[in-house]
């Protein structure tokens, strides 16, 4: 069973025109809640547990969802004070044992990605951690990821990269444990966290997916949501 870390404990600074009262994952589309939307599809794909690191306002996610959904485990990592994207993986992969890979998502985008051959990739590479990344081409909204031929990411940060981060990632929480440097202060998952880990000799492996991505951080993105999300009925794990 695959356990999923989303971090779903930002303000939506972004977002508040469009989705006054509520934490951005919680927000409408279609009728649902996008985190229901987004939970579905990896259920589907056997993803059998999720920790939602969470924070601003998180009664209204733990309250929607409880301890369990259409048969998948829900766990809750709860930021005290803001802790930044880094901090809240910090915090919610403490729940994880070291010797099972997991995924990371982010709780405002969606991004079609096949978790099997995500992992077939890591595997390939022998990665620590496992990007997909979606082709684009619109530098000013979108930082490149640099990837080398053999499948290794070789920058974090490419301006003229035809390809950028989809926020989906597989990885191996052993690689999260005693970081040097102070971890008790917010951190930024992509500036902070990452160029750490790649500097002590951590394994970055990327996989371009052809399939939708979206980003619901902004008002244009998520009038038009509904139209990339999936449709119809989701698997259902027993349990």
């Given at each position: 069973m695959t356990t999923a870390i989303i971090l779903a404990g930002?303000?939506?600074?972004?977002?508040r025109s469009a989705v006054p009262d509520l934490p951005k994952p919680m927000a409408p589309i279609a009728g649902r809640p996008f985190l229901e939307h987004q939970l579905d599809f990896w259920i589907a794909q056997g993803v059998g547990r999720f920790i939602l690191s969470?924070?601003?306002r998180h009664e209204a996610i733990s309250g929607h969802f409880g301890a369990r959904y259409r048969g998948a485990a829900i766990d809750y990592a709860v930021e005290a004070t803001?802790?930044?994207t880094g901090g809240a993986?910090?915090?919610a992969a403490a729940r994880l044992p070291d010797d099972r890979p997991a995924?990371?998502?982010n709780g405002d985008t969606f991004f079609d990605v096949r978790l099997d051959e995500l992992a077939a990739s890591a595997a390939k590479h022998d990665a620590d951690w496992c990007f997909a990344l979606f082709r684009h081409d619109d530098p000013a909204r979108y930082m490149?990821?640099?990837l080398g031929r053999d499948g290794r990411i070789t920058a974090l940060r490419a301006p003229d990269a035809p390809q950028a981060n989809g926020g989906v990632y597989w990885f191996r929480p052993a690689a999260l444990r005693g970081?040097?440097?102070d971890t008790t202060q917010p951190l930024s998952l992509e500036n902070d966290l990452f160029p750490r880990l790649v500097a002590a000799g951590q394994r970055f492996a990327?996989?371009?997916c052809d399939g939708a991505f979206i980003d619901i951080g902004v008002p244009a993105d998520y009038h038009r949501a509904a139209d990339v999300l999936p449709q119809g009925e989701p698997h259902v794990l027993a349990g």
């Amino acid at each position: 069973m695959t356990t999923a870390i989303i971090l779903a404990g930002g303000l939506g600074t972004r977002l508040r025109s469009a989705v006054p009262d509520l934490p951005k994952p919680m927000a409408p589309i279609a009728g649902r809640p996008f985190l229901e939307h987004q939970l579905d599809f990896w259920i589907a794909q056997g993803v059998g547990r999720f920790i939602l690191s969470v924070g601003y306002r998180h009664e209204a996610i733990s309250g929607h969802f409880g301890a369990r959904y259409r048969g998948a485990a829900i766990d809750y990592a709860v930021e005290a004070t803001p802790r930044g994207t880094g901090g809240a993986l910090l915090l919610a992969a403490a729940r994880l044992p070291d010797d099972r890979p997991a995924l990371l998502l982010n709780g405002d985008t969606f991004f079609d990605v096949r978790l099997d051959e995500l992992a077939a990739s890591a595997a390939k590479h022998d990665a620590d951690w496992c990007f997909a990344l979606f082709r684009h081409d619109d530098p000013a909204r979108y930082m490149g990821v640099a990837l080398g031929r053999d499948g290794r990411i070789t920058a974090l940060r490419a301006p003229d990269a035809p390809q950028a981060n989809g926020g989906v990632y597989w990885f191996r929480p052993a690689a999260l444990r005693g970081l040097d440097g102070d971890t008790t202060q917010p951190l930024s998952l992509e500036n902070d966290l990452f160029p750490r880990l790649v500097a002590a000799g951590q394994r970055f492996a990327g996989r371009v997916c052809d399939g939708a991505f979206i980003d619901i951080g902004v008002p244009a993105d998520y009038h038009r949501a509904a139209d990339v999300l999936p449709q119809g009925e989701p698997h259902v794990l027993a349990g």
